[in-house]
């Protein structure tokens, strides 16, 4: 899923979305894919007629979460999703990163090497 923050007073973006198949490789999807904004107040959405693509409007501060669903011929739906923050004015926002932690020092339990 992707994410992006920007700021009241940006400019159109554009999206796109990428359907993969069970091995992870991409794939044309079997129907025209469909795009919704769950908040319209904060992002509304525009697609492509191929549905491949979408321009999407920044409105008032908030979240919206952007929807692409598309039917498989079997009928099962395949539904992908991006969520936009938009932020009011020039605010800065953060981003928290995580790894592993790094490994215990020794405590003086272990047993030492002597070096020749």
Request: proline share 6%; aromatic share 2%.
């Amino acid at each position: 899923m992707g994410m992006i923050s920007v700021a009241d007073d940006s400019g159109d973006l554009t999206a796109t979305v990428v359907f993969l198949d069970a091995e992870g490789h991409e794939t044309e999807p079997d129907d025209v894919p469909q795009w919704v904004s769950d908040n319209e107040t904060s992002a509304t959405v525009t697609a492509s007629d191929d549905g491949k693509t979408g321009t999407v409007a920044i409105g008032a501060p908030g979240a919206a979460i952007i929807s692409v669903t598309t039917v498989n011929e079997d009928g099962s739906e395949v539904t992908s999703q991006g969520t936009i923050t938009v932020i009011a004015g020039k605010a800065v926002t953060g981003d928290v990163q995580f790894e592993e932690a790094p490994a215990a020092p020794a405590t003086g339990d272990e047993p030492q090497v002597n070096p020749l």
